[in-house]
């Protein structure tokens, strides 16, 4: 079974955090909250996910400047609780959807090949939805 820590794990190793250690009972504490969501996914809109696949697919990117281009986008989630996004991009590493990077003090997020067929297939999608809306007005417009 895939173990979701597997990433935090390796970067605590390689990083300041290396002498950090959780006890028994603050593991199962954390295990037992995330499983009581099992979709994690669920208070992110769609839009912002694919938001951050579209910022990272030709550059990689440290979060903060993920932030900033949200902002720019004007999508506004993750104002004030900015701590979210890298719970999301901790979650979308994990589904190997994005991959990252330390460089020096700042972690860089790339989108992995899995990353960049989910965000082909939401376009193919979008591409198909926007040719049926257009038909559709097409024949109420006649």
Do not use: C
Not at 72 to 97: M, P, R, V
């Amino acid at each position: 079974m895939h173990d979701p820590f597997n990433n935090l794990k390796q970067v605590m190793k390689e990083t300041v955090f290396k002498d950090v250690s959780f006890s028994d009972e603050r593991k199962n504490a954390v295990k037992e909250t995330i499983n009581q969501n099992p979709s994690p996914f669920h208070s992110w809109k769609i839009e912002t996910i694919i938001a951050i696949l579209v910022a990272i697919q030709h550059t990689p990117m440290h979060g903060y400047a993920i932030s900033t281009h949200l902002f720019q986008k004007n999508d506004l989630i993750f104002q004030n609780k900015e701590g979210e996004l890298y719970t999301l991009l901790h979650l979308l590493e994990n589904k190997s959807i994005l991959t990252s990077k330390w460089d020096g003090d700042k972690k860089y997020y790339t989108l992995t090949s899995k990353g960049k067929k989910h965000l082909a297939g939401y376009r193919q999608d979008n591409v198909k939805r926007d040719l049926s809306l257009k038909q559709l007005i097409e024949e109420v417009s006649f």
